[in-house]
């Protein structure tokens, strides 16, 4: 059977590589979205970031050097800035011990992983070295993914952030936790009108909309499970 990992490999460097692969009833504040995604569109960076996540997790378990190098690659042609927005009824991850349990893999911590598994093979480490230093001219477009700090919820919590949304533009929220559970995602209009949501006990969640009007929304975080969870979340 052929590897899932190549198959991710494969899609993974038609992404890094800038190829094209694609693009109800609500509140008044916005209507659930969904949309193909494109490679080349800075709408559907979140989705190329989400992409190399998945790629990522899968790779370490496989000890698939290859396929951590094809994530580097997407993240490293993908930009995002980070924000630091503390969640209402959230708190952010212990400095000291973020690097345990980090869930969103950095272009730096995908590199350090590839480097170790690549141990011995000239090839591959220069391919990686190329990566890290060349990452600046990979990158394209502007950056339109914000991507929050590292931040702890334990079972039974709910998390708040308020995040202003513009008319017309779709939007996008997903959160990537550190391992399986189940974490509970909703958008809402400053009404607390729910307009998404996303019960996956995955380790990412996804919810798009268009909002209707200019203002604020709501991205709800809930452990509904029994253990702490710890996440990052990406906003478009």
Known sequence: MFPRSRLFVLLALALAAGFPDGAGAGSDGGVPSSASTS???????????????????????????????????????????????VPEGGYAAPAGDAAAAKPFATLEDMLADARRLAAGNATMLTLIDDIGEGSAA???????????????????????????????????????????????MTVADDRDRAICTDEGTASIGRCSWLPLLDGEFLIIVRNTGMSPLRYNLLLH
């Open 39 to 85: 490679a080349g569109d800075e709408r559907y960076q979140l989705d190329d970031l989400l992409v190399a996540q998945d790629l990522f997790r899968l790779a370490v378990r496989n000890r698939d050097v290859l396929a951590i190098v094809a994530a580097a690659r997407i993240v490293a042609a993908t930009p995002f800035t980070r924000i630091e927005d």
């Open 138 to 184: 990979l990158a394209r477009g502007a950056s339109a993914t914000s991507v929050t700090g590292i931040f702890d919820v334990p079972p039974g919590a709910v998390h708040v952030f308020r995040r202003p949304f513009r008319a017309g533009t779709p939007a996008v929220a997903a959160i990537v936790a550190d391992g399986p559970g189940v974490l509970e």
